[in-house]
């Protein structure tokens, strides 16, 4: 459940983990990617990244912002509405991220490069196949991301929940996977590893493919490899960032005096 996404001594980290067929040889190498981060963990994954595209490898990447290249041409005013409301609070959360825990987001750190395919639905597509997923999107960013903001409660909130989301996610809990699937949208979920698997079938045979993807759904799309032949290598942990602990940040919710928690 949690094969590309764990914390260990308070560091969160991703997997890259590869993927190979023992009758081709042909590798697909699946690498977890975190939406915030610390520079350096951005850094790591672009050289990793570019050294497998120089070996010959194409690259398949998740959408990883709203897309404006890639928007549909039939978008509707309403749906503008949703998509301006989501780039708002976005904005906020990235400032919030970089403000609690030193992060930057991946968007801005690991944008789509020149030669990489991005197979995935875009988001006016994830809102028009659900209502519910609609409703996750819009309203997913929690409490406490306007960067305006000086409440330090506010400020611990934020930090409260997003370590609580991380630690969820990262969890070994079926029943905890089960529950942030449906929230995120499970249909939506299926139809998106659909999609990335179909991607890596056309590609032509014996051609490596490298796919980014954000590390809560790559089990997936692992499952999805796995049932065509492809048998695992051992997976390699990368950095994404410290986190501060539950502790830290309920003290500093009960004393308003308390500094902002911190990543230990």
Same mark, same amino acid.
């Given at each position: 459940?949690?094969?590309?996404?764990?914390?260990?001594?308070?560091?969160? @980290?991703?997997?890259?983990? +590869?993927? =190979?067929?023992?009758?081709?040889?042909?590798?697909?190498?699946?690498?977890?990617?975190?939406? &915030?981060?610390?520079?350096?963990?951005?850094?790591?994954?672009?050289?990793?990244?570019?050294?497998? @595209?120089?070996? +010959?490898?194409?690259?398949?990447?998740?959408?990883?912002?709203?897309?404006?290249?890639?928007?549909?041409?039939?978008?509707?005013?309403?749906?503008? =509405?949703?998509?301006?409301?989501?780039? !708002?609070?976005?904005?906020?959360?990235?400032?919030?991220?970089?403000?609690?825990?030193?992060?930057?987001?991946?968007?801005?750190?690991?944008?789509?490069?020149? +030669?990489?395919?991005?197979?995935? *639905?875009?988001?006016?597509?994830?809102?028009?196949?659900?209502?519910?997923?609609?409703?996750?999107? =819009?309203? !997913?960013?929690?409490? +406490?991301?306007?960067?305006?903001?000086?409440?330090?409660?506010?400020?611990?909130?934020?930090? *409260?929940?997003?370590?609580?989301?991380?630690?969820?996610?990262?969890?070994?809990?079926?029943?905890?996977?089960?529950?942030?699937?449906?929230?995120?949208?499970?249909? %939506?979920?299926?139809?998106?590893?659909? %999609? &990335? *698997?179909?991607?890596?079938?056309?590609?032509?045979?014996?051609?490596?493919? =490298?796919?980014?993807?954000?590390?809560?759904?790559?089990?997936?799309?692992?499952?999805?490899?796995?049932?065509?032949?492809? @048998?695992?290598?051992?997976? %390699?942990? *990368?950095?994404?960032?410290?986190?501060?602990?539950?502790?830290? %940040?309920?003290?500093?919710?009960?004393?308003? @005096?308390?500094?902002?928690?911190?990543?230990?």
């Amino acid at each position: 459940m949690a094969e590309f996404l764990r914390i260990a001594g308070g560091v969160v @980290q991703t997997a890259v983990r +590869g993927f =190979v067929h023992p009758d081709s040889g042909r590798r697909v190498t699946l690498v977890g990617v975190a939406a &915030a981060g610390e520079p350096d963990y951005y850094t790591q994954l672009r050289r990793l990244v570019t050294d497998l @595209q120089a070996d +010959g490898a194409c690259v398949h990447s998740e959408a990883s912002d709203l897309d404006a290249a890639r928007m549909p041409a039939d978008v509707r005013a309403e749906e503008r =509405v949703v998509l301006h409301e989501l780039t !708002r609070r976005h904005e906020h959360a990235v400032a919030r991220v970089g403000q609690v825990f030193g992060w930057v987001d991946r968007a801005c750190a690991l944008p789509v490069a020149e +030669g990489w395919r991005v197979t995935d *639905l875009h988001v006016v597509e994830v809102l028009r196949l659900s209502a519910t997923a609609a409703r996750h999107h =819009v309203g !997913r960013l929690t409490r +406490g991301t306007d960067p305006s903001s000086q409440d330090p409660r506010m400020v611990c909130w934020f930090a *409260l929940v997003t370590v609580l989301l991380l630690r969820a996610h990262a969890s070994n809990s079926r029943l905890l996977h089960r529950a942030l699937t449906r929230r995120a949208g499970g249909p %939506i979920r299926q139809r998106r590893t659909w %999609i &990335a *698997l179909y991607e890596v079938d056309q590609e032509p045979a014996g051609q490596d493919v =490298v796919l980014l993807w954000n590390a809560q759904g790559l089990p997936d799309i692992a499952a999805g490899l796995t049932t065509r032949g492809f @048998q695992p290598d051992e997976p %390699i942990w *990368l950095w994404v960032g410290h986190l501060p602990t539950v502790g830290a %940040i309920l003290h500093a919710l009960s004393d308003p @005096q308390t500094p902002e928690p911190t990543p230990q």
